[in-house]
């Protein structure tokens, strides 16, 4: 389903073309709309509704913390895709599982579920917040784990005419981009992701299908990021120069994520330097053991250098790093290097390491990655002169504060060649500052001149709708497509309609390329008739040209069988049956033998036609000819018959002859013949009982 990202940029897609008149889509993020955190955008197209992600805002809390879920109707959402395990991507999805109407299915990745759980787990027992601003708690958790539906990269899965797949998104482990494809109408939504490969991650892949609309992250904005080798000589100089002073480093990271590339490349260096042997590295979080039991599970999703690594030894299995599970466990003597949780120094461990060593300039704190608006780490950047402790008091801030961003996020460079290779006709910018999300827009729109992309930075509740008419393609299978109809051509099948996808099959496919079936309804029906059943033979010989007369096998009573397709069986002397299967022609034999049944019942003097009494057939044809030579006549005039026993008629002047058996005509005049030859074929459908087969009712 997906290249692995060769640069090549895909074609943009002609169809559908975005235009007034269309069937609407509308998009409206919900979080993340000129901001970083609550990421959830919500899209509705052609009667169904997405929701991407469903995080919180690490810098509130309570309800204040949520996206705007007040903005829509929960119960009316099909699917909520889950791009990956960050608080600001997930962290609402037990209260929007359990606390609202959502009743839709949600999906992520095998390794966004199991770190779903130990995060969020991890979130409701540090939170510092009053019992009536819990958003949720642990029975919360495990009910919504039961909800969750697990997807493969590359899988594509249908829920309800909804089509979607994922993409790798590099970022952090099980980080999903998703496609979503809904009446041929395709969407991105990239969720956080990074074209950069890492010591342990693949880079996010290029989507082998251009998008519709791609919903993409603007963290960075127009910002470059640092080389690799670069950043990390940075982040080990700062380390060991702090150290050497008989500092302490605290590294505040979220516990899942970044937090184990930051690990690889501590345990790499401090192996690398044996004078740093004596100085403990502490990973500081509840969660410590049972992550890094994860990250071991699923070494397989990480990339080459990992994998081979892995085939020698678990380089998650850190020499050089003990786990840290709470500060009573800690012993503050001498040189460090902590890495705690959360990233923003909002609380917990990092929060209580920071209050500890803020007020010595010999420390260092060492921020590693995104820092959100209204955070301490965000303000500790700035390097004001004092901050306010947990415990309300204020303190001189003496350490020094280093930025060096390893944040798994793409910056410009990435972006704007992600968006060349893609080539979407439409851009949303989500996940960024308004600032930042401005530079970007102006300079995509330079890189994008020729005009015919649109860039579009909506704001939180603010709804972008556009226009698409998608194709409506149906497409034959089975039997009727194992040989290529002629020109004109009638195919006549089943068309079955799944989602947005139409089929066109033989009945007897049915059952192997659907859930569906064929079945035949048997109908039967009882008539009052006292008469003599052998009228009703008569009758129906002069409108069938197939009446076969029978004997049932049980009662002994007489049987008529018209046309292989109705039964018209005496049941007794006062009542008659009619047994068929359902079907149009049948329906329609059977219909017409219920008003003969009753039309004779209503004849009066009542009739009675023995079997010796019933014209026979020379008499029949003598009449029908009798009756087609008056219409002939009444339509033309002068009609005769001639020597060859073909019928002459003259008009006008002009002659034509008319053999009646093959209802062949001759004429000089094409006008005259054609008129003759129309005539005669519909006068003598109507004398004449019906053949077999049956026409087809008309459409």
Known sequence: MASTGQSQSLKRRDAPVTREGGDQLTLTPLGAGNE?????????????????????????????????????????????????????????????????????????????????????????????????????????????????????????????????????????????????????????????????????????????????????????????????????????????????????????????????????????????????????????????????????????????????????????????ISPLNSIEDFSDVGPSVVMASPGGLQSGLSRQLFDMWCSDKKNACVLPGYVVEGTLAKTIINEPKEVQLMNGLTAPLNM?????????????AQTSTFLKELMPPNIILVHGEANEMG?????????????????????????????????KMAKTIGKLAERTPDVGETV??????????????????????????????????????????????????????????????????????????????????RHISLHWTADPISDMVSDSIVALVLNISREVPKVIVESEDIKSEEENEKKAEKVIYALLVSLFGDVKLGENGKLVLRVDGNVAELDKQSGDVESENEGLKERVRTAFRRIRSAVRPIPLPLPAPAS
């Open 36 to 320: 970083v955190g609550r990421s959830c955008v919500y899209m509705s197209f052609k009667g169904k509704t997405v929701l991407f992600d469903c995080g919180i805002h690490p810098a509130y809390s309570g309800m204040a913390a949520l996206p705007y879920f007040d903005e829509i109707d929960p119960s009316t959402i099909d699917v909520l895709l889950v791009t990956h395990f960050h608080l600001d991507h997930a962290a609402s999805l037990p209260y929007f599982l359990e606390k609202t109407t959502f009743r839709g299915r949600v999906f992520m990745t095998h390794a966004t579920k199991a770190i779903y759980k130990l995060l969020l787990t991890d979130y409701v027992k540090v939170s510092k917040v009053s019992v009536e601003d819990m958003l949720f708690d642990e029975k919360d958790i495990n009910r919504s784990m039961d909800k969750i539906e697990v997807i493969d990269f590359h899988q594509t899965l249908d829920v309800n005419g909804i089509k979607f797949w994922c993409y790798t998104a590099g970022h952090v482990l099980g980080a999903a981009m998703f496609m979503v494809d809904i009446a041929g109408v395709r969407v991105l939504y990239t969720g956080d992701y990074s074209r950069e490969e890492d010591r342990h991650l693949r880079a996010a892949e290029m989507p082998q299908f251009s998008p519709d609309i791609c919903i993409i992250e603007s963290t960075y904005g127009v910002q470059l990021h640092q080389p690799r080798h670069l950043r990390e000589k940075r982040f080990t100089d700062v380390i060991h120069s702090t150290i050497s002073l008989g500092g302490r480093v605290l590294i505040p990271a979220f516990a899942l994520g970044r937090a184990q590339e930051l690990l690889l490349i501590l345990d790499e260096y401090w192996a690398n330097h044996p004078e740093l042997h004596n100085i403990p590295i502490y990973y500081a979080s509840p969660l410590a053991k049972k992550c890094m039991t994860v990250y071991q599970t699923y070494i397989l999703s990480m990339n080459e250098r990992i994998r081979n690594q892995f085939a020698n030894s678990n380089p998650f299995k850190f020499k050089h």
């Open 400 to 412: 020094q504060v280093h930025y060096i961003s390893f944040s798994a996020h793409a910056d410009y």
């Open 492 to 573: 006549s099948g089943i068309l079955v309609k799944k989602g947005f996808t139409y089929q066109i099959m033989a009945p007897g496919d049915l059952h192997v390329f659907s859930q569906l079936s064929t079945g035949n309804i048997t109908q039967r029906i009882t008539i009052p008739f006292s008469g003599a059943f052998g009228v009703i033979k008569h009758r129906l010989e002069q409108i069938y040209e197939s009446v076969e007369s029978g004997t049932d096998e049980e009662s002994g009573f007489p049987t008529l069988q018209v046309h292989e397709l109705v039964t018209v069986k005496q049941e007794s002397d």
């Open 439 to 471: 530079r970007l827009k102006q300079k995509l729109i330079t890189e994008f001149a020729d005009g015919n992309t649109k860039i579009i930075t909506p704001k939180n509740c603010q709804s972008v709708e556009m226009y698409f008419n998608s194709e």
